[in-house]
T-cell receptor, first 114, second 111 residues
Framework: GAGVSQTPSNKVTEKGKYVELRCDPI?????LYWYRQSLGQGPEFLIY????????DSGLPNDRFFAVRPEGSVSTLKIQRTERGDSAVYLC????????????FGEGSRLTVL | QKEVEQNSGPLSVPEGAIASLNCTYS??????FFWYRQYSGKSPELIMS????GDKEDGRFTAQLNKASQYVSLLIRDSQPSDSATYLC???????????FGKGTKLSVIP
């Protein structure tokens, strides 16, 4: 399809394990965002890429979280030493990069840390 | 700490009525405002953006912005059961690509 694609849709892992979540944005969209959403909350900003570089990573909660976008298209969010508090839906969004809010979201990756 | 506040609801309206959703924001530097709709178990989708004071209409939807009062609202006319969803208000500051979201208001349109 032509939308934002995220894999896996569901991931269950054990505390302390390493996790990678992948996002394939809409073709031609230069801006890519990661948000996370906990139950009953609005999405919370994590990181924003313009092209290959992280233009704003101020939302990453700590150094266990890292994201890359090496070729300016697909992005991977990496979480080391997962904790139960990391459980959430991780949402990826892309836009044509003309403004901050006209985002197209993927269906999310639901992460459960046991 | 930038905050966007919304009444969590649920807000129940009969089919055909006007639904009024409200949002306040704390950061006076906020420049851009957005309403996203999120169906249960789905991802948010943009329905309206507004950047200047006043009203902006798009079909059955009207967004209203009052920067002096730090207030944003969304009116849905002729509400339909298919409008039942959580509505998320979001803002961003000048030069920022971060969105700050509220917790959302759950709307239920009763047939």
């Amino acid at each position: 399809g032509a939308g934002v694609s995220q894999t896996p849709s569901n991931k269950v892992t054990e505390k302390g394990k390493y996790v990678e979540l992948r996002c394939d944005p809409i073709s031609g969209h230069t801006a890519l965002y990661w948000y996370r959403q906990s139950l009953g909350q609005g999405p919370e900003f994590l990181i924003y890429f313009q092209g290959t570089g992280a233009a704003d990573d101020s939302g990453l909660p700590n150094d266990r979280f890292f994201a890359v976008r090496p070729e300016g298209s697909v992005s991977t969010l990496k979480i080391q030493r997962t904790e139960r508090g990391d459980s959430a839906v991780y949402l990826c969004a892309s836009s044509i990069g003309q403004g901050p809010g006209e985002l197209f979201f993927g269906e999310g990756s639901r992460l459960t840390v046991l | 700490q930038k905050e966007v506040e919304q009444n969590s609801g649920p807000l129940s309206v009969p089919e055909g009525a006007i639904a009024s959703l409200n949002c306040t924001y704390s950061d006076r530097g906020s420049q851009s405002f957005f309403w996203y709709r999120q169906y249960s178990g789905k991802s948010p989708e943009l329905i309206m953006s507004i950047y200047s004071n006043g009203d902006k209409e798009d079909g059955r939807f009207t967004a209203q912005l009052n920067k002096a009062s730090q207030y944003v609202s969304l009116l849905i006319r002729d509400s339909q059961p298919s409008d039942s969803a959580t509505y998320l208000c979001a803002s961003s500051g000048a030069g920022s690509y971060q969105l700050t979201f509220g917790k959302g208001t759950k709307l239920s349109v009763i047939p």
